[in-house]
């Protein structure tokens, strides 16, 4: 319901597997990071948790002859409880989605964050 989209390109001459674990270190201001030997990103993000919804983050790191692009894909969703109190509460329960709202926004400028981060390091 809530997502958003952050993505970064760089170019680097460094093998993949060692681009891969120096991303997952940069990207861990997201949460707990796993870069598959594919390039598929997963993010633990739970720090982001909150009362009626649930974050994720995944994403995908692509190469071609020494260019690297990251695209991170992210949202917050209302869980069953944020739609209980949106539905009963309604209109005044309507609210309870600024939550979730909150959270993609973080989530957003951190991500944000972290891939400048990324793109200087890569420099």
Known sequence: MFT??????????????????????????????????????????????????????????????GRYTINLDFQAKPDTMGWLIAICGFPIGLAIFILPNNAKAEIQRKADHALSEVKSVFK
């Open 4 to 65: 958003g989209n952050s993505s970064v390109t760089f170019n680097s001459s460094k093998e993949k597997s060692e681009v891969y674990r120096e991303l997952e270190e940069l990207l861990e201001t997201l949460g707990i990071v796993h870069i598959s030997s594919s390039g598929g990103i997963t993010i633990t993000g739970s720090r982001f948790n909150g009362f009626s919804y649930k974050p994720s983050i995944d994403g995908r790191v692509t190469e071609r002859e």
